[in-house]
T-cell receptor
Framework: GQQLNQSPQSMFIQEGEDVSMNCTSS?????WLWYKQDPGEGPVLLIA?????ELTSNGRLTAQFGITRKDSFLNISASIPSDVGIYFC???????????FGTGTRLQVFP | GAVVSQHPSRVICKSGTSVKIECRSL??????MFWYRQFPKQSLMLMAT?????????EQGVEKDKFLINHASLTLSTLTVTSAHPEDSSFYIC?????????????FGPGTRLTVL
């Protein structure tokens, strides 16, 4: 079935640093969604991408929809302590409205 | 907009009892809601799709008689874990498909932590 693999699995960075993470699949997705999950909470939608090559920003966050439609990238600039959490990519399975979630990237930010 | 709530946020129950979790869309109508389960340090796994006015559709491997889903109105879906056992302990999260286009953005509730003793 369709799978989304995220890398890195975890990151430990210092406040102020920039962060890059990616999400890859062996199959094509027509939509890429990036969510952030704080401990004990539900995921919160950060950015949605709908076109191959699309680059979208939300504050310090920037995400790109890969040209091949098989990957997506999320960048966080000038990280702050509240960026701590797990970042998930997600995409609709086989053009349904069901979402497949990636394996997640756990981000730790040290002051 | 697009706020989803869940109740309760945390529940502890004895093995063999049933637990009901509510999921509400607060400021929009949701014809479709989704129920996920998340084990510690793992990703979200879709359990079932809840459609208003019709039967839920379950993912492969999810027992429909154990996880009863009712989507009786456009703003409420409930998940009942029947005869809960310790292995059912998990973080249950619901989501609702957002209003209008694009149709595949989902908005999530805050989750319910279930602990079965």
């Amino acid at each position: 079935g369709q799978q989304l693999n995220q890398s890195p699995q975890s990151m430990f960075i210092q406040e102020g640093e920039d962060v890059s993470m990616n999400c890859t699949s062996s199959s094509i997705f027509n939509t890429w969604l990036w969510y952030k999950q704080d401990p004990g909470e539900g995921p919160v939608l950060l950015i949605a991408l709908y076109k191959a090559g699309e680059l979208t920003s939300n504050g310090r966050l920037t995400a790109q929809f890969g040209i091949t439609r098989k990957d997506s990238f999320l960048n966080i600039s000038a990280s702050i302590p509240s960026d701590v959490g797990i970042y998930f990519c997600a995409g609709p399975a086989n053009n349904t409205d069901k979402l497949i979630f990636g394996t997640g990237t756990r981000l730790q930010v040290f002051p | 907009g697009a706020v989803v709530s869940q109740h309760p946020s945390r529940v502890i129950c004895k093995s063999g009892t049933s637990v009901k979790i509510e999921c509400r869309s607060l400021d929009f109508q949701a014809t479709t809601m989704f129920w996920y389960r998340q084990f510690p340090k793992q990703s979200l796994m879709l359990m079932a799709t809840s459609n208003e006015g019709s039967k839920a559709t379950y993912e492969q491997g999810v027992e429909k008689d154990k996880f009863l889903i009712n989507h009786a109105s456009l703003t409420l879906s409930t998940l009942t874990v029947t005869s809960a056992h310790p292995e059912d302990s998990s973080f249950y999260i619901c989501s609702a498909r957002g209003p209008g286009e694009p149709y595949n953005e989902q908005f999530f509730g805050p989750g319910t932590r279930l602990t079965v003793l």
